[in-house]
């Protein structure tokens, strides 16, 4: 699938066409001896770019095999992945793997939902609870002191590999790493939303990463130690919010994890929402659904009012992710989460809505009974609590 990025320029440079040509030779391989050779070539190159900050390389690459050859932009996409969120450092005369993880949490608030510093102390015991209910034994455990939005995630492959070796230093050190704010994203207020702890943990070459790669282990029960013991550290970091945390994973692993967990979270915080504003029961609530296409099907908008009423009073965005498309079953996890939460009447409309926008605002459009694209508004008792919705 084509991983998202940030710009690219059109000439191909000799570094671009290298990666073509390694992951080209990789897509075609035979074998696990000639995937090697691929492999090892293509690695050092890949690190060699990172290393001197040539994003614009490794983008022009992704963008000409996206069309040209689809395999090879995914081994090259999964390369570039994978060098980014990890490395290897010597401390010590000892050579120790790093791997740069995030740990999501899903949140919800009719209040600000917070991305800011971390007290010390937070730091501290979370780092602690990470490293004994989610990573290997050996592993030594650095996290950033920062609570992060999506937007103030690195936003390209180099500044992800920068972030990768500096936690990495950090965690060898065995300290937490200080976040520079400066010039730092504002992040975008919504009712639900993810926030991300970041970090990167160190750890001798052979050694388990993760505690389900351990004999005893297993992910879910390294998720439920993880939301029973660094749940109360993690409470205070929220005030005012509702929240659930995600499996911590490898960086690019857990953000797309958390990407898909979250659709299904904001439908279910926009139904509480109403609930909890207005008094708006579930079994009151009509939901309309509707497919949104550009030059291909990019997501279904969902409209929230009254059963009763004509008006739409919130909405979500429920986008396509990675390889899905219109053939993908979206619309029956849509009403199965809208039945879950109990809401009963659901209506899919058989439309291809654009990707309409308020020219005033910039807020989606969402659809309403009658097949038309309407903003979301609030009664007025309770529009100066009103929120936009992911």
């Known amino acids: ?188 207020r919504f009712l639900s939303d993810v926030r991300y702890l970041v970090g990167c943990i160190a750890l001798p070459r052979g050694k388990a990463l993760f505690r389900w790669n351990e004999k005893d282990g297993s992910k879910d029960g390294a998720l439920q130690e993880w939301i029973r013991q660094g749940g109360p550290n993690l409470e205070p970091l929220l005030t005012g919010c509702a929240w659930q945390p995600l499996l911590p994973d490898a960086y690019h692993a857990a953000c797309r994890n958390a990407d898909r967990l979250s659709r299904p979270y904001s439908l279910k915080a926009s139904v509480a929402f109403l609930q909890t504003m207005l008094g708006l029961m579930p079994a009151d609530v009509r939901a309309v659904v509707g497919p949104c296409y550009d030059r291909r099907m990019e997501e279904y908008r969902v409209g929230l009012g009254p059963k009763d009423k004509d008006e739409t009073y919130h909405g979500i965005v429920w986008p396509l992710l990675g390889a899905e498309d219109e053939a993908t079953d979206a619309a029956s996890e849509i009403e199965a989460v809208l039945r879950e939460t109990g809401v009963k009447d659901v209506l899919f409309l058989d439309h291809h809505f654009p990707m309409e926008f308020c020219d005033d605002c910039g807020a989606p459009l969402y659809p309403n009974a009658e097949a038309e694209l309407v903003h979301a508004e609030m009664p007025e008792q309770a529009a100066a609590n009103s929120q936009a919705l992911h």
């Not at 040509?21 to 990172?50: I, P």
């Not at 992945?81 to 010597?90: D, I, K, N, S, Y």
Request: with cysteine; net charge negative.
């Open 1 to 188: 699938m084509k991983r998202t990025r940030f710009g690219a320029r059109d000439r191909l440079s000799r570094d671009a066409a290298e990666l073509q040509r390694l992951a080209g030779g990789l897509s075609e391989s035979g074998g696990k001896l000639e995937d090697s050779y691929w492999e090892s070539q293509l690695a050092e190159t890949v690190d060699s770019l990172l290393k001197n900050g040539a994003e614009d390389d490794i983008n022009t690459a992704l963008d000409r095999l996206f069309e040209a050859n689809p395999r090879a932009h995914d081994e090259l996409a999964d390369m570039v992945e994978a060098r980014a969120e990890t490395g290897r450092l010597e401390a010590l005369g000892q050579e120790f793997d790093i791997q740069l993880f995030a740990a999501p949490i899903l949140a919800w608030s009719r209040f600000s939902i917070p991305a800011a510093p971390l007290p010390k102390s937070a730091v501290d015991a979370l780092a602690v609870h990470l490293g004994a209910h989610v990573f290997g034994a050996d592993t030594r455990v650095a996290l950033a002191d920062f609570l992060f939005s999506p937007d103030q995630l690195p936003r390209s492959f180099c500044d992800t590999w920068q972030l990768t070796q500096a936690l990495g230093q950090a965690a060898l050190a065995g300290q937490a790493l200080a976040v520079d704010t400066t010039g730092m994203a504002e992040t975008n």
